[in-house]
């Protein structure tokens, strides 16, 4: 199944003619064309295969063309030649400590990242899950937005997600979040989520605006709760045994041109939220400001039950200066 979903985008980006460079790199994105993350991506493209001289191409593939997330993480894995942009949460399974980086409330605001990715601990999980898992994480500045609460029925407070169906992304530290502020967590890929919503088999989603609105999920949800409860920062993970086969400048361009695109995504995506949240609010969608508090005390548990406890309090010391 999994060579299965890959092979007619990887046969389109053959096709087009790129395949006569030295070295390709095939990005893959659960997001649409119309994210300010894949713009940034395809302005990345355009950088690194300028710079190189065409020595290294890069195909930027939006909407899980390559596969869902996890079949390509493993074909990743296996050494083919192929990135991802993910979170970390998604990561925890090849080296647990990384799913902090997606635990709830864990920054007020997703500049503060920047000092955690800077952090000795930090690289030593980097080093740890490239040496264990052949998975190099090659940078983790892309923010996708704050998630929210996007349901049928209103949310105010923890009480309203009772009984609701969530769709949330299927790691400890995601299902064990929605679960802590009182939804029942069902995990499903990105882009099954509007068929869902449509059919009702789930009863709302928790998601950054941005990819809502690229989804048109307003399309299917009346309402947006802002609890805010993880501030969606992500990375591109590339296979280890590729990133390594690489000429040293041309993996300096790659760190480069990537890290570059992360920082200009995640201001394209700040820049975007009012005018997202005005076509939201035109399709009839209406947003309720919430009492975070009371999402916060909910989901404080998540930290002990996942042992991360012991290194919130490392990660985020300092990064609030």
Request: hydrophobic share 40%; glycine share 6%; proline share 4%.
């Amino acid at each position: 199944m999994k060579s299965q979903l890959a092979i007619p985008a990887l046969a389109l980006a053959f096709a087009s003619g790129l395949a006569h460079a030295d070295y390709e790199l095939n990005l893959s994105s659960a997001l649409s064309t119309q994210d300010p993350i894949v713009q940034a991506m395809q302005d990345a493209k355009q950088s690194i295969e300028q710079r190189t001289d065409g020595e290294l191409t890069l195909n930027v593939f939006p909407n899980s063309q390559l596969g869902s997330d996890e079949d390509v993480v493993e074909q990743i894995r296996s050494g083919a030649n192929i990135a991802i942009l993910i979170d970390a949460g998604r990561l925890s399974e090849y080296q647990p400590e990384l799913g902090i980086l997606s635990a709830p409330y864990l920054v007020e605001d997703y500049t503060q990242y920047e000092a955690i990715t800077q952090s000795d601990l930090y690289n030593q999980w980097v080093e740890s899950l490239a040496d264990n898992s052949g998975l190099r994480l090659m940078n983790y500045n892309w923010f996708q937005g704050a998630r929210e609460m996007l349901t049928k029925e209103p949310v105010e407070k923890p009480e309203d997600l009772q009984g609701l169906r969530i769709r949330t992304i299927n790691s400890p530290v995601w299902l064990k979040t929605i679960e802590a502020m009182g939804a029942t967590p069902t995990p499903l890929p990105w882009s099954e989520v509007y068929s869902a919503l449509q059919l009702g088999s789930i009863d709302g989603a928790e998601a950054q605006l941005t990819a809502a609105d690229g989804q048109r999920l307003q399309e299917v949800i009346n309402n947006v709760a802002l609890t805010h409860h993880i501030q969606l920062m992500s990375g591109i993970v590339t296979s280890e045994q590729w990133y390594q086969s690489l000429p040293e400048n041309l993996r300096s361009i790659l760190d480069e041109e990537l890290k570059k695109a992360g920082a200009e995504a995640s201001q394209a995506t700040v820049d975007a939220l009012d005018a997202t949240r005005k076509r939201m609010e035109e399709a009839g969608v209406t947003f309720t400001e919430v009492d975070t508090e009371l999402f916060r005390q909910r989901v404080d548990s998540v930290y002990k039950e996942l042992g991360y406890d012991k290194y919130r309090e490392q990660l985020v010391s300092g990064t609030a200066d």
